[in-house]
């Protein structure tokens, strides 16, 4: 492999790498940085695929098997990519009582997907979070990175719908 | 920066603040936001524009005025109003309302309980100022307690302080807060680190959120004191990479206290030294565990280790460690203000101060609130929150997220202290509060409590990992009515078993929800095992 003072060299010439590659050099390159550098990954290309953990690992001289451990085990991470669109529906405690499965089990209907799952022409994935905090609002979702809270089912299918189909 | 120059900036801001006659205060916290306060907020601004009252009128963006609920919130604070469900359009209405009173516009009456019943320390700025501006904050007595502690007074004095003030850390287990500032203080001169607790995980709860949303400046002072009183030099603030507004306000603040020299090398020309720097979460709810969090802070799995040592004395990279909650933090600068005695008065014998607590769930005023320790459930709920709406009947309070339990009705006048609420099976937890109403099986709210704890248990040892998951096969069992009552018993013998061999406080308070609703609400469990559905269970609910 060729290396430059010992650092590996950027998987491609997409911009999108110098910045993970700040990300690393203001941490000194130190181990301690791999969740930081993980989240620029995510941040810049939507989510971890094996050059990216390569490319992590080998930037911060950390074992690959960890940076594959420390992707999985948490939530934030995802190895898969998402679809064109989003619908995170919150099943944090007070949105759960107030209808947070009748969401779920709407956009599973009407999409054929479950939570975690992306509709087979990619345009939507549906995804659940813990709690988003918007406990006020219950129930809260997330379509497209605005939250809209105390939704029903009917008015959830209506805003993805108009996602999809603007 | 000198106390004199410190003055001087709030002196400014305070002048600048008044030559404008009205000052309008929307919120643009999350959950405001969420309700669309950005438009209503460059409404207002556009309107006060083209009226021509640019001079007279301050439109400023705050925090969380806590009753989210009724959002977005708009105050006109010179004419102590506060508008209710505001939309863009109505900005005219709120900007004519300034000379000729309000009319069509929809108040939260000042002496509605929900406002006049709560006690505010922590949230004293909260909704008040701009969270984005360190000068509003220096001019509401920020930093004052830093600049003084770091001047004045000796770290012992300081730690003094916390202890006599009786403030236990409000990130759930109540462990007294002085006491632990001391024992990292007393570990000598070496390297040792300060960390703020705000991964917030609990379903159910946003305090931190909304407090680092709405005074972020806040945690950073009670963090740099905190610093001073045990010989840190460096802290990171560990938050959750769900709180996108909080990081961006906290980044601000950090970049704002270090420009004025209130953070960074020689603070207020001393020796002492302070830098913060932010680690993002990147959700697991087992963070929240101390030893857990310092190792997400190395760049590690976050799974916990086993205590003794206490991060007090080994933490963070082998060196003594203070981690305190955000909540926590932002109780410290009122304290050294207003000394010991002050807080210690507020609350019960053992608890003593406010509480925020995140009300939620079927009750008519959902939010953000604070009350002094002791106050009883019952007042909260019917009092604060308004009851339970569409005349339904009261049936549990949950409290303390996955970690604590459901508390029947029948328990409403259990004041809210740590022991109080460990005594009916509950705990305080970090202050989540949900209130459920008949609607709600208790079988299912201890089968969802159980699966969160489940999928969140980060696997490192056996009573937890493969504990909660049996736990959980024979709730499903019970729920769908293919159980008996020996497996019943085997599945309280079960949380017997999870609760003392589980290493870290996830394991050993799982079993709490399925506890505590049996210890209430076992005729459900009852119903289930005989018929698959007890009363409360409608199919109706799930499918409509």
């Known amino acids: ?166 | 920066m000198t106390i004199d120059e410190l003055r001087k900036i709030g002196e400014a801001e305070r002048e600048a603040q008044t030559k404008f006659q009205h000052h309008v205060c929307v919120c643009t916290a999350a959950s405001c936001l969420s309700s669309g306060a950005d438009h209503v907020c460059d409404a207002i601004k556009k309107e006060v524009a083209e009226t021509g009252m640019n001079h007279e009128v301050l439109v400023k963006s705050v925090g969380c005025m806590g009753l989210c609920s009724a959002g977005p919130l708009v105050a006109v604070e010179t004419a102590g109003q506060t508008y209710a469900n505001v939309t863009p359009e109505q900005a005219p209405d709120i900007v004519r309302s300034l000379d000729t009173g309000s009319d069509g516009l929809e108040h939260c009456p000042p002496d509605m309980p929900f406002f006049a019943r709560q006690k505010k320390i922590v949230l004293e700025n909260s909704g008040k100022i701009d969270p984005e501006r360190i000068e509003d904050y220096i001019a509401h007595d920020g930093y004052h307690a830093l600049v003084t502690a770091i001047t004045e007074l000796s770290p012992q004095e300081i730690v003094v302080t916390m202890v006599q003030s009786g403030l236990r850390g409000r990130g759930g287990a109540g462990y007294p807060t002085g006491l632990k500032w001391s024992t990292v203080a007393k570990t000598g001169e070496q390297e040792k680190y300060v960390i703020c607790n705000a991964d917030e995980g609990d379903p159910g709860a946003f305090m931190d959120r909304a407090v680092l949303e709405s005074d972020p400046h806040r945690v950073l002072e009670g963090m740099a004191i905190a610093a001073y009183a045990v010989g840190a030099q460096k802290g990171f603030i560990y938050v959750r990479a769900e709180y996108p507004l909080a990081v961006k306000h906290l980044k601000t603040a950090i970049k704002q206290a270090e420009r004025l020299g209130l953070l960074g090398n020689n603070i207020c020309n001393t020796r002492f030294s302070f830098h913060v720097d932010i680690r993002l979460g990147a959700g697991a709810f087992v963070c929240g565990e101390e030893t857990a969090l310092i190792a997400s802070v190395e760049g590690k799995r976050g799974t916990p280790r086993p205590r003794p040592p206490y991060p007090a004395q080994e933490g963070l990279w082998g060196c003594p460690t203070l981690i305190n909650n955000v909540e926590t933090f932002a109780n410290v600068a009122p304290i050294l203000r207003n000394g010991a005695a002050w807080f210690a008065a507020i609350g019960t014998e053992k608890s003593k101060g406010t509480k925020v607590f995140a009300l939620a769930g079927r009750v008519a005023n959902t939010g953000l609130i604070e009350v002094p320790m002791g106050m009883t459930l019952g007042e909260i709920v019917n009092e604060i929150g308004g009851g339970v709406p569409e005349g339904k009947r009261l049936k549990a309070v949950q409290t303390g997220g996955p970690s604590g339990g459901c508390i029947a009705e029948q328990y409403m006048n259990t004041p809210v202290d740590y022991e109080s609420l460990a005594r009916v099976g509950s705990m305080m937890g970090s202050g989540g509060m949900i209130v459920m109403d008949e609607t709600s099986c208790m079988v299912d709210v201890a089968k969802y409590f159980t699966e969160f704890c489940m999928s969140e248990s980060c696997g490192k040892c056996v009573p937890c990992r493969a504990g909660t998951q049996q736990m959980l096969s024979l709730l499903e069992k019970i729920a769908c009515g293919q159980s008996t009552q020996a497996d019943l018993a085997v599945l309280e013998e079960l949380c017997d078993l999870v609760r003392n061999t589980s290493l870290c406080g996830l394991g050993q308070t799982a079993p709490n929800g399925i506890l505590t609703t049996l210890k209430y609400f076992r005729q459900e469990y009852d119903h289930h095992i005989a018929g698959g559905a007890c009363p409360t269970c409608r199919p109706t609910e799930v499918s409509q």
């Open chain 1, 1 to 166: 492999m060729q290396t430059y003072l010992g650092q590996p060299q950027l998987p491609s010439d997409d911009k999108r790498w110098k910045i993970v590659e700040a990300t690393a050099r203001r941490h000194g390159r130190e181990p301690h940085a791999l969740i930081e550098t993980l989240h620029t990954v995510q941040e810049c290309f939507g989510y971890l695929d094996e050059t990216a953990l390569r490319f992590v690992a080998a930037t911060l001289r950390v074992p690959l098997s960890r940076v594959y451990g420390v992707a999985t085990f948490y939530h934030f991470f995802t190895l898969k990519p998402k679809g064109k669109h989003t619908c995170v529906v919150c099943t944090g405690t007070a949105c759960y009582i107030k209808g947070a499965p009748a969401l779920l089990a709407a956009v599973e209907k009407a999409h054929g997907i479950k939570p975690g799952e992306t509709t087979p022409d990619g345009e939507l994935s549906l995804l659940t979070a813990r709690c988003l905090g918007s406990c006020g609002l219950a129930p809260a979702v997330v379509v497209d990175n605005v939250v809209h809270g105390k939704v029903a089912p009917a008015g959830l299918l209506a805003r993805v719908e108009k996602g999809i189909h603007p």
